[in-house]
């Protein structure tokens, strides 16, 4: 199973295009969570609309990443992801392709290309992000992966949730790189 995290706050504007490209993916064992910080417009809403959203928290967070180590702490998938409230999958075969990555015992984590569409018209891309080559200096250069394009085994990302709340950036980037350099 793949856990899906979606962190919401206040999201009723983009959360149903998000949740349906979940919804729509080829590879139906998901596990929706949204996690959202006491919001006051319609989000809430939203997610009875999705059978695959199985668990929903809404309750004070102290951000973004909070609000992301909660559902990490929830999820039950074989592979947590995480899909941010205002972000899509491209197409309905993401998933699958996680997955078959999934399928060698030697991966603990996969990221991949991003593209940066438009918010008035998805078809627009405005950048494109190519994942490239995995080198850990990377890290050190400020490089990291993007939220909903990283997909990680669930007991690596266990080892990886920690509170990352009151770290800097540059500290955030080398629990990142502590995390790459241990995995296979």
């Known amino acids: 199973m793949i856990s899906i995290i979606t962190a919401t706050y206040n999201a009723s504007s983009t959360l149903s295009f998000c949740l349906a490209s979940v919804e729509n993916q080829s590879f139906s064992d998901l596990e929706g969570i949204i996690i959202d910080g006491s919001s006051f417009d319609k989000t809430l809403a939203i997610p009875r609309k999705y059978p695959h959203v199985s668990k929903v928290v809404s309750e004070p967070d102290r951000g973004i990443y909070d609000a992301m180590n909660k559902g990490i702490r929830l999820a039950e998938g074989d592979i947590v992801g995480i899909l941010n409230a205002d972000d899509f999958y491209a197409s309905p075969g993401v998933l699958k392709k996680v997955a078959k990555v999934f399928e060698n015992p030697a991966i603990d984590a996969c990221y991949g290309d991003l593209l940066y569409v438009d918010c008035s018209n998805t078809e627009k ?27 990680v085994q669930d007991q690596s990302m266990n080892a990886l949730a920690c509170s990352i709340l009151s770290l800097a950036p540059l500290q955030i980037t080398k629990l990142w790189y502590g995390f790459w350099s241990n995995t296979k």
């Open 125 to 151: 891309i405005v950048r494109r992000w190519k994942s490239g080559s995995f080198a850990a200096q990377k890290f050190y250069w400020g490089w990291m992966p993007p939220h909903p394009t990283f997909f």
